[in-house]
């Protein structure tokens, strides 16, 4: 239910007039509501490690997950100013996040090198949400979807790159 603010305002806000009709934007936003959802919880992970990794790694993991939590925190605002952009309501909690996300909630503390790992799949998962969506860009002909989520591949591309370089030194990849 509305509250007495937004029912006051409600008859005079104007449609919703960008070339996106009302189903296509609703489709886009369920969306990039799995990829807030995935991408919050890659971000609350990467702050959980920033806080708690030990080890010879130390000095170097900690500054790296500061920056790629960072990062992830502008991220987040922009892909929920991107939602409230095109008419729905971002999720904002954590049982939200929890029921569309790909990422799981970590429960313990593991090893520099596990952090590591855990984080490359986390980054490939945003990944992997983001090209999902792609495709429903395309349909919808929303261009600035389509190049928020480009940007937002490149940077979890290059963060699962980075990391998997510190631990597979040994393999051909």
């Known amino acids: ?24 934007r609703k489709e886009l936003c369920r969306g990039l509501s799995k990829f807030l959802a995935d991408s919050y919880l890659l971000y609350l992970k990467t702050q959980n490690y920033h806080w708690n990794v030990t080890g010879k790694m130390f000095q170097a993991l900690h500054v790296l997950f500061e920056e790629q939590y960072r990062d992830l925190a502008e991220a ?27 990422i799981k909630e970590e429960s313990a503390i593991p090893t520099a090198e596990e952090m590591i790992q855990n984080l490359v799949i986390g980054h490939e998962t945003v990944v992997s949400t983001a090209r999902g969506l792609m495709s429903v860009t395309e349909e919808c002909e929303d261009d ?14 290059k963060a699962a790159w980075m990391l998997r370089s510190m631990i597979s030194a040994n393999k051909a990849h």
């Open 1 to 24: 239910m509305p509250n007495k603010i937004e029912a006051d305002f409600s008859s005079t806000r104007p449609d919703i007039n960008i070339g996106i009709n009302e189903q296509d």
């Open 144 to 157: 600035v979807t389509a190049d928020m989520l480009t940007q937002r591949m490149q940077v979890h591309e």
């Open 76 to 102: 987040v605002d922009e892909i929920a100013e991107r939602i409230r952009a095109l008419g729905e309501y971002a999720p904002g909690s954590f049982a939200a996040f929890s029921k569309v996300s790909s």
